[in-house]
């Protein structure tokens, strides 16, 4: 299994900055993609950002030139920078990393507790 822990959540005004960070642990897998959904109230999970291996990376309409995604292989961890907040990114929001298990066929996604974001106008 793969354990996903996020952090950095929090409350900040409109304009702000806030910087998201989770970190994959356990035993004998290997993490191909990684990236953050957000689910708000009465709505949708719906994807943020992924980031592959390799570096590519794809973004929400509503968030691109604002919400940066970075990842450290090494450290098995995903970042997600998140720049001129607005009221309506409002939201909890989960890390995910599809990952394969050594030894196991096939994929998974796995998922983190999720870590609420809320920007006040």
């Known amino acids: 299994q793969v354990q996903l822990v996020e952090s950095g959540g929090g409350l900040v005004q409109a304009g702000g900055s806030l910087r998201l960070s989770c970190a994959a642990s356990?035993?004998?897998?290997?993490?191909?993609?990684m990236g953050w959904h957000r689910q708000a109230p009465g709505k949708q999970r719906e994807l943020v950002a992924a980031?592959?291996?390799?570096?590519?990376?794809n973004y929400a309409d509503s968030v691109k030139g604002r919400f940066t995604i970075s990842r450290d292989n090494a450290k098995n961890t995903v970042y997600l920078q998140m720049n001129s907040l607005k009221p309506e990114d409002t939201a909890v929001y989960y890390c995910?990393?599809?990952?394969?298990?050594?030894?196991?066929?096939?994929?998974?996604?796995?998922w983190g507790q999720g870590t609420q974001v809320t920007v006040s106008s």
């Open positions: 995910y990393a599809h990952a394969t298990l050594l030894g196991v066929p096939g994929t998974n996604d796995y």
């Open positions: 356990g035993r004998r897998f290997s993490i191909n993609t």
């Open positions: 980031i592959t291996r390799g570096g590519s990376t």
